[in-house]
């Protein structure tokens, strides 16, 4: 069934490209520079959390403890040149599960689970799966609608198509990514509470943009949220800007297979 495999190469393009967009924004302005910021370091309270610390010493000490996270959950929105506005809420581990949910502007949503076990889950709503199939018959886009759209199906994640998909929900793999430091343009601003957490509010900026860093100031020093704080030049300001939240850090990701019929596209061949 060439159309099966259509969408799941569909899918394995959308997802490879919100995680490696998480991932830029996620490294912004990654550089070896580092700075002391001697002024508020001189202003620092004993007691104050990161006492000594400058904001680049905070951030990369953010980014160590994150590498060394075992599971965590991504959610925010992201811009792409290619595809427009794209939102993912991705709960991923370091033995490769992961669960959650993508999509990208106007065009559709999906919900993928990869317990680990060998297997892919993936279900489209109908506005993915129609948008996936631009160009394609009318009549094969209508058959793939009604056997797909909002159910659950499933294939083996060695797969050639569902690979690509298994192998995005690797965290080691992403991880990886936070490699070198941060921008050394990073000043610690104010303490203050994200979503009841107690975090350091931390600004930085390269080149071209601005970015807000948030990272946890009590128990190990996770990042919790990085936002786009104004944007490229030339571009008008977003109603909403870029932003991705970092949470549920070292909790057991929830993968079960959705219960009921579930298509084995498999099954269905090729």
Not at 11 to 21: G, Q
Not at 30 to 50: I, L, M, R, V, Y
Not at 79 to 91: I, Q, V, Y
Request: net charge negative; hydrophobic share 35%.
């Amino acid at each position: 069934m060439r159309h099966r495999r259509h969408h799941l190469r569909r899918t394995a393009a959308v997802a490879a490209v919100l995680v490696a967009a998480t991932v830029g924004l996620t490294a912004c302005g990654s550089e070896s520079g580092k700075a002391s910021d001697s002024t508020e370091t001189k202003q620092d309270k004993p007691k104050e959390p990161f006492a000594g610390m400058s904001g680049t010493e905070i951030v990369n000490k953010a980014v160590e403890a994150t590498k060394g996270a075992t599971s965590l959950r991504l959610a925010g929105d992201i811009d792409d040149d290619e595809t427009g506005r794209m939102k993912m809420d991705l709960a991923l581990d370091t033995s490769g599960k992961c669960a959650g949910t993508m999509s990208m502007a106007d065009e559709g949503s999906f919900d993928l689970i990869v317990p680990g076990n060998g297997t892919v889950y993936m279900k489209y709503d109908e506005k993915f799966l129609r948008s996936q199939s631009k160009g394609e018959p009318e009549d094969q886009t209508a058959a793939a609608v009604e056997m797909l759209a909002d159910r659950w199906s499933k294939t083996k994640a060695s797969g050639p198509d569902a690979k690509d998909i298994a192998g995005m929900c690797d965290l080691d793999d992403l991880l990886k990514e936070f490699e070198g430091g941060i921008n050394s343009n990073a000043r610690r601003g104010a303490t203050t509470e994200l979503d009841g957490t107690p975090a350091i509010r931390i600004d930085a900026h390269d080149a071209e943009e601005k970015y807000t860093i948030y990272v946890a100031a009590e128990g190990k020093p996770y990042l919790l949220k990085i936002i786009d704080a104004e944007p490229e030049k030339g571009e008008a300001k977003k109603a909403e800007p870029e932003h991705i939240t970092f949470s549920e850090y070292d909790k057991p990701v929830k993968t079960t297979p959705p219960a009921g019929k579930v298509i084995d596209l498999d099954k269905l061949g090729a």
